[in-house]
């Protein structure tokens, strides 16, 4: 059980990352300060790997090897609350509560620091974890160095607060950001018939998108939600001849999302050669679907059984994604939820700050996991 000393020094630590909030991509005060908070108050080997980082506890004979992965970089949404240690970065704050991932993280340290293991464990500082990229950097590590089983926590609002939310399977939707660019040749707009607009183009796979998402076709949540749509300038004077149309694909299935991704290409190719337009397609923010282990969340069970915490069954995978899937890519493991509340603020929310006494829950249930 975490010492109150501990549980002070990481709370601490939160408060403190909670104060320098950092976008993905951009974590350079992040990742330092808690790389110096680890030499500070442990032994554990730390290694830089760029953006990124990992502590390493080594066993003196041990039965096998583990990871445990948080999430540092924040969010661009202006912080309002009153809190002692709101925000110091304008537009920048912790409102999905990675602050409080690292500090459970940085926790297990100090605990591994005082009480040791007989496993080697891995404790993975993540980066860029809101636009996917960050876990595809980190998961190489796990066939790097042959580890065994990985596990990671997030906070959920609408659940009992404490409580382990777990599920078998996909615990959270696969998605992507798709942007298509229409280019066609502009004209005076009295004479539309001389140029070749994208419009008609972007309308008809913007009314192509409920046919390829009905429920009835798919064995799993799929949805295809338009962005933004941005078609020609405001000069009244000229035809449209550029055009954008920004999607995000999600779906509870990889393969139903792959389908989808197939289905809107072909559509596009389309309706470029029906219109005479030329087309590009990019992607961005993917993330693989999140599908647990059944063996880890067994363990992940027995671990909040242990420690009389409370059980919560999913029914139904989360529709938000989470990059932990490239690591469950690599290995087996599995990500659960801690609750924050019934009635607490969502994520991503102005209301929303990291609820303190998670720490203490997630440190204990991490070393449960690494005894077992």
Known sequence: VMTPKNYDLAVSLRHTLHTHPELSHHETWTKAYLMDFLAQHTHLEVVDQGKWFYALYRAKQPRGRIAFRADFDALPIQEDLPLPYCSQCPGVSHKCGHDGHSAALA?????????????????????????????????????????????????????????????????????????????????HASTPELGKNPAF???????????????????????????????????????????????????????????????????????????????????????????????????????????????????????????????LREIPGALFFIGNGMDYPPLHSIQFDFPDQEIATVCDLFRTLIDM
């Open 201 to 327: 183009a972007v309308a008809h796979l913007v009314d192509a998108i409920p046919g390829l998402i009905s429920p009835e076709d798919h064995r799993g949540l799929v949805l295809c939600t338009v962005v933004q749509v941005d078609v020609g300038e405001p000069a009244f004077g000229v035809s449209a001849h550029q055009g954008k149309l920004l999607l995000t694909l999600r779906a509870h299935y990889q393969e139903e999302l792959d389908t989808l991704q197939r289905a809107l290409e072909e559509r596009v190719a389309q309706e470029a050669e029906a219109y005479g337009l030329k087309w590009e397609i990019a992607y961005c923010d993917e993330f693989p679907e999140t599908s647990n282990h059944p063996d880890c969340v067994r363990k992940v069970r027995q671990a909040a059984k242990q420690l009389g915490l409370p059980l919560a069954d999913m029914p139904e995978p989360a529709r938000a994604s989470e990059d932990f899937g490239w690591y």
């Open 107 to 187: 926790a297990l340290a100090l605990d591994l620091e005082e009480n040791g293991a007989d496993q080697d464990v891995y404790l993975i500082f993540q980066h860029a974890e809101e636009v996917g990229g960050g876990g595809q950097d980190c998961a190489q590590l796990l066939k790097q160095e042959q580890i065994g089983e990985v596990y990671a926590f997030h906070n959920w609002s609408g659940y009992p607060q404490g409580a382990v939310c777990v599920r078998d399977g996909v615990m959270n939707c696969a998605s992507k950001g798709m942007t298509i660019t229409l280019t066609g040749t502009p004209t």
